[in-house]
């Protein structure tokens, strides 16, 4: 895959495993526990994420996603424990603004993805499983079986009838970071570190 095909919309090839190498994405962090440098070199996977602070209606989510693909596409990153990527700084700021609305800031990474695996997915398959697991109080805004929902995430299915939603990378091998900024969400604005 060039640094074309990932940066292209219409090009995008979801649900399908990739070699990837000398492609250029980005990363963002809300909290870091550990702040990146320009030009330092990283490896995923990591140790395991900690989706304790989530509700447990997305705990249950992840659980049964995590499930799936040990069961159908082991080779593929897992979500606990690859680096979350998006194409583009567009792709960066809609996920921001979808899964973020408070006043914080972010640390945004452009990240160069040296060697390794990397899937695109439609994170909006997650959200929708998880709203099938949440409370009653929460409205649905689709009408898919749970099972549909997880199979949907990993085949790299549309979410919306009209393309992909929300896009997200997992990515499993060596990279560098090439800078690091900082971004306001409240003035959707980056400032240069």
């Given at each position: 895959m060039s640094q074309a095909d990932c940066n292209n919309k219409p090009k995008l090839n979801?649900?399908?495993?990739?070699?990837?190498?000398?492609?250029?994405?980005?990363?963002?962090?809300?909290?870091p526990k550990r702040q990146y440098e320009v030009n330092e070199p990283f490896e995923?996977?990591?140790?395991?994420?900690d989706f304790s602070s989530a509700p447990s209606y997305k705990q249950e989510a992840e659980n049964l996603l995590e499930q799936a693909r040990l069961n159908e596409f082991p080779e593929y990153p897992s979500r606990k424990d690859c680096l979350f990527v998006a194409r583009n700084r567009e792709d960066m700021d809609a996920w921001i603004h979808y899964k973020y609305r408070d006043d914080c800031d972010f640390v945004l990474y452009k990240i160069l993805l040296e060697k390794g695996k990397l899937i695109w997915l439609d994170t909006e398959w997650y959200e929708g499983a998880a709203e099938l697991l949440a409370p009653d109080n929460i409205v649905l805004t689709h009408n898919k079986t749970l099972p549909e929902c997880i199979s949907n995430y990993w085949n790299g299915v549309p979410y919306r009838k009209n393309g992909y939603g929300l896009i997200e990378g997992l990515f499993y091998g060596t990279a560098k970071i090439l800078s690091k900024d900082k971004y306001q969400i409240r003035n959707r604005k980056i400032i240069k570190a």
């Open positions: 979801m649900g399908v495993l990739n070699d990837v190498s000398g492609v250029i994405v980005y990363h963002v962090v809300r909290i995923f996977p990591i140790s395991e994420r």
